[in-house]
């Protein structure tokens, strides 16, 4: 199985900064996409941004220009770089990687979840 574990979020004043981090362990062979999401208390979860196994990325509007997204794949961990943070980007932050793993001597699709992880941005 495959484990991810986020770090990184808090509180920060509007027009701060934040990075967020999910490592992932696991017998995991590798991983292809990496994504960050983000969900409000009744609402969807919704895509920030995501980064492909050979570097390509994309964001949501809201975001361009002030996130980064990326990866460091000897260490199977994905980073967001928040700058220039909006009370609207309030949420709950949580990491989605997919990719292959080995079970029983078999390689198998994984795609999980990080447990979240909370920004609060005050005005």
């Known amino acids: 199985q495959v484990q991810l574990v986020e770090s990184g979020g808090g509180l920060v004043q509007t027009g701060g900064s934040l990075k967020l981090s999910c490592a992932a362990s696991?017998?995991?062979?590798?991983?292809?996409?990496m994504s960050w999401y983000r969900q409000a208390p009744g609402k969807q979860r919704e895509l920030v941004a995501g980064?492909?196994?050979?570097?390509?990325?994309n964001y949501a509007d809201s975001v361009k220009g002030r996130f980064t997204i990326s990866r460091d794949n000897a260490k199977n961990t994905v980073y967001l770089q928040m700058d220039s943070l909006k009370p609207e980007d309030t949420d709950v932050y949580y990491c989605?990687?997919?990719?292959?793993?080995?079970?029983?001597?078999?390689?198998?699709?994984?795609?999980?979840w990080g447990q979240g992880t909370q920004v609060t941005v005050s005005s």
């Open positions: 980064i492909s196994s050979g570097g390509s990325t």
């Open positions: 989605n990687l997919q990719g292959l793993y080995y079970s029983g001597g078999l390689l198998r699709r994984f795609g999980s």
């Open positions: 696991g017998t995991i062979a590798s991983i292809s996409a």
